[in-house]
């Protein structure tokens, strides 16, 4: 084990075996939200006490991971959506405490590693064929990392 | 105090998670263990210091005849490398003491020296940042340095003009940089962004203000 497997090993990725490109997934990501001023104020003396432990909660972004990058503690996802008619992408590093889980909902046929292509396209030409004979094994590692 | 430093080798680079998940990036270093070689005094050497080795197997074969005596004399084998870290003149340390990593703690401040990686005859816009000139519409002027001076007076150029030349390969210092975390077992020391140097070159780590300490 070199230097570098050292420090990671302490790091767990939330690998998933049917992560893959061309998988729509749900990403549940820890939201921090800051207390509003004026109820801050009303409770300063509690909200010190608090200040550490700001309300956090779940938010669930769901979209068609695009690319997978990266090894180890470093590998990450790149999750795309059409929000409002607008494409939206975000990029999950697997690793991060901030990423609660991931969910796999459904796997696509796909022949590109990175489907950078789907940018250009939208509505009925954005149709992928979804894969649909999934072992029962998978789900059960899945069930575990999460 | 003991010796406030410690030599090291780089390792590479990995990325770390905060507490609050952001990704921090981060420098693994092999540091230490190491082991000091030789007290040096006011009263013999005109300044107070210790020079310390970094333990790695070096085969006494290709240890020159005068630093064996060296580390003969120290009582201990000899090291591939040896570098002195400054310390006050009271204090009590003797060859065969040793230094690991445990003298940092996560978010610890240091300043870490070693040599940048050489970049070869370089020109004017890597060198010293020139913004160089318009790759198209006719600029006709490019990378060049542009006017170096005026012409009959002083009918040369003045010294120390930022110039074309040989860039990297010196002795570069960033200082404040964070500590993320030790590994004590392991001789590791993890700190947040870059170190200067290759892979594998050593490096020397100082606690942040302590490197010209005792002068």
Avoid: W
């Avoid at chain 2, 580390?71 to 009590?92: S, W």
């Amino acid at each position: 084990m070199n230097a570098i497997e050292t420090i990671e090993k302490n790091i767990n990725p939330k690998i998933h075996p049917d992560l893959r490109t061309g998988s729509t997934v749900r990403v549940h990501v820890k939201v921090r939200e800051s207390v509003l001023k004026e109820e801050q104020k009303a409770k300063t003396a509690k909200a010190k006490k608090d200040k550490d432990q700001e309300r956090e909660r779940i938010q669930i972004f769901e979209g068609l991971v695009v690319g997978i990058r990266g090894t180890g503690a470093k590998r990450s996802i790149t999750v795309r959506k059409v929000s409002f008619g607008e494409g939206v992408e975000r990029i999950f590093p697997l690793s991060t405490p901030s990423v609660d889980k991931i969910e796999v909902l459904k796997r696509h046929h796909v022949r590109r590693a990175k489907l950078y292509f789907v940018r250009d396209l939208k509505g009925k030409a954005l149709r992928l064929k979804e894969l649909r004979d999934k072992p029962a094994k998978a789900k059960s590692k899945a069930e575990a990392a999460s | 105090m003991p010796v406030q430093g410690i030599i090291a080798k780089k390792v590479g680079m990995t990325q770390v998670y905060g507490k609050d998940g952001r990704a921090i990036p981060a420098t693994v270093l092999t540091a230490g263990p190491c082991v000091v070689v030789e007290r040096k005094t006011t009263a013999k050497h005109g300044y107070s210091a210790v020079q310390v080795g970094f333990v790695e197997d070096k085969r006494v074969k290709h240890t020159t005849k005068p630093m064996q005596g060296h580390f003969k004399k120290a009582g201990i084998p000899p090291t591939r490398v040896t570098r002195e870290f400054r310390v006050p003149e009271a204090e009590a340390i003797n060859p065969g003491d040793k230094v690991n990593v445990s003298l940092f703690g996560p978010g610890d401040k240091v300043s870490i020296t070693g040599t940048s990686k050489g970049k070869g005859f370089a020109g004017v816009v890597k060198r010293h940042h020139f913004a160089g000139g318009d790759g198209t519409h006719g600029s006709m002027f490019h990378r060049a340095p542009g006017g170096i001076g005026a012409s009959a007076f002083p009918s040369r150029v003045i010294k120390g003009l930022r110039a074309a030349g040989h860039m990297g390969d010196e002795t570069v210092t960033t200082r404040n940089i964070q500590v993320v975390e030790i590994d004590a077992e392991n001789n590791l020391l993890v700190v947040k962004g870059a170190v200067p140097g290759s892979i594998s070159s050593y490096v020397v780590v100082h606690k942040a203000g302590t490197r010209r300490a005792g002068k």
